[in-house]
């Protein structure tokens, strides 16, 4: 009985630390690394490479890190989750102090990323 709670702990702990808000966090504090890493969450629906973090795949960035204290975010609706990221992505750039956004639609952005 001991093992299976040890091992349900584990799991727990692990999934924890898996959650969007964990990702897009991860995400905020990789930008000080120089963009060295990518990251997920435990399902892969939000996700970061280098300076940019997306949702649900390449074809729906949430944002471009663009230095300092400046973003560029994808306004665009797409599904009431991504809609949920792009609350809780916003909120968290503002915690830590980036708050110069420039919103854009997803057409645009893919534009500016093709640059």
Same mark, same amino acid.
């Given at each position: 009985?001991?093992?299976?709670?040890?091992?349900?702990?584990?799991?727990?702990?692990?999934?924890?630390?898996?959650?969007?808000?964990?990702?897009?966090?991860?995400?905020?504090?990789?930008?000080?690394?120089?963009?060295?890493?990518?990251? *997920?969450?435990?399902?892969?629906?939000?996700?970061?490479?280098?300076?940019?973090?997306?949702?649900?795949?390449?074809?729906?960035?949430?944002?471009?890190?663009?230095?300092?204290?400046?973003?560029?975010?994808?306004? #665009?609706?797409? #599904?009431?989750?991504? #809609?949920? *990221?792009?609350?809780?992505?916003?909120?968290?750039?503002?915690?830590?102090?980036?708050?110069?956004? *420039?919103?854009?639609?997803?057409?645009?952005?893919?534009?500016?990323?093709?640059?």
């Amino acid at each position: 009985m001991s093992g299976s709670w040890c091992i349900l702990y584990i799991l727990t702990v692990i999934l924890k630390g898996m959650t969007n808000q964990k990702t897009v966090q991860d995400w905020i504090n990789n930008l000080d690394t120089g963009y060295k890493l990518d990251g *997920h969450n435990s399902t892969k629906s939000i996700f970061w490479h280098g300076d940019k973090l997306y949702s649900y795949g390449y074809h729906f960035p949430l944002a471009w890190y663009q230095g300092g204290r400046s973003v560029v975010l994808n306004v #665009s609706k797409y #599904s009431t989750t991504t #809609s949920h *990221h792009q609350s809780m992505l916003k909120a968290e750039l503002e915690d830590h102090c980036i708050d110069e956004f *420039h919103e854009v639609e997803t057409k645009e952005f893919l534009e500016l990323l093709d640059r």
